[in-house]
Nanobody
Framework: QVQLDESGGGLVQAGGSLRLSCAAS????????MGWFRQAPGKEREFVAA????????YYADSVKGRFTISRDNAKNTVYLQMNSLKPEDTAVYYC????????????????????WGQGTQVTVSS
């Protein structure tokens, strides 16, 4: 069982930056591939970024590539999402997700592939 707790959301002007954190409980964090998703009002939850269990592989949605960076610290049981050059269209609730895996190099981009979810943190970008 993995419990996830996101933090770091808030209100920022367009062009600004935020860093989201997702702290995981339990002893299995290093066995999990991790992902960030987001959901804007009236829209489906969409993939943002993913990182492998080892941290050696990452993958991004085209809409955030070059602006967002996902990273993890297995010693701290935490995954991060550094968001730069934020745009109003980045406004959404951001969710952290975890998937227990055996292969350390895999990343996962589909919502249904993940086993555990956090409660989400609101990110609002003003124009």
């Amino acid at each position: 069982q993995v419990q996830l707790d996101e933090s770091g959301g808030g209100l920022v002007q367009a062009g600004g930056s935020l860093r989201l954190s997702c702290a995981a409980s339990g002893r299995t964090f290093s066995s999990c591939a991790m992902g960030w998703f987001r959901q804007a009002p009236g829209k489906e939850r969409e993939f943002v970024a993913a990182i492998s269990r080892s941290g050696g592989s990452t993958y991004y949605a085209d809409s955030v590539k070059g602006r967002f960076t996902i990273s993890r610290d297995n010693a701290k049981n935490t995954v991060y999402l550094q968001m730069n050059s934020l745009k109003p269209e980045d406004t959404a609730v951001y969710y952290c997700a975890a998937k227990t895996v055996f292969y350390s190099g895999a990343v996962y981009t589909t919502r249904t592939q993940y086993d555990y979810w956090g409660q989400g943190t609101q990110v609002t970008v003003s124009s």
